[in-house]
Nanobody, 128 residues
Framework: QVQLLESGGGSVQAGGSLRLSCAAS????????VAWFRQAPGKDRDFVAA??????????HYADSGKGRFTISRDNAKNTVYLQMNSLKPEDTAVYFC???????????????????WGQGTQVTVSS
């Protein structure tokens, strides 16, 4: 049974940092493209960042909103993907989800419909 478990969310002031973790069980994360999405109340689920599978080169991709502030990385030994978020802004407030799938083509990396497995989400709240 595949499970993705996010952790690390919380409440911080603007300018602060958080590191989100997505731990996988039931699959070998290194062979999956893993992405972070976020969803604020009343809004669509938006792409945040992705790291492609080792077989696809392991490249990283970021939404413009997070470039220069967010870093996605993976620890294959721990079967975990991280999202380091620095210089947080109130507009980063959302529930953050990790998602994973194999066979995600490059042009579809930012499309949530391409991901089969999802975590339950972790709340990030940034106050001004």
């Amino acid at each position: 049974q595949v499970q993705l478990l996010e952790s690390g969310g919380g409440s911080v002031q603007a300018g602060g940092s958080l590191r989100l973790s997505c731990a996988a069980s039931g699959l070998t994360f290194s062979t999956y493209t893993v992405a972070w999405f976020r969803q604020a109340p009343g809004k669509d689920r938006d792409f945040v960042a992705a790291i492609r599978s080792r077989g696809s080169g392991g490249s990283t991709h970021y939404a413009d909103s997070g470039k220069g502030r967010f870093t996605i990385s993976r620890d294959n030994a721990k079967n975990t993907v991280y999202l380091q978020m620095n210089s947080l802004k109130p507009e980063d407030t959302a529930v953050y989800f990790c998602a994973a799938n194999t066979g995600v083509i490059l042009s579809s990396t930012r499309n949530p419909t391409q991901y089969k497995y999802w975590g339950q989400g972790t709340q990030v709240t940034v106050s001004s």
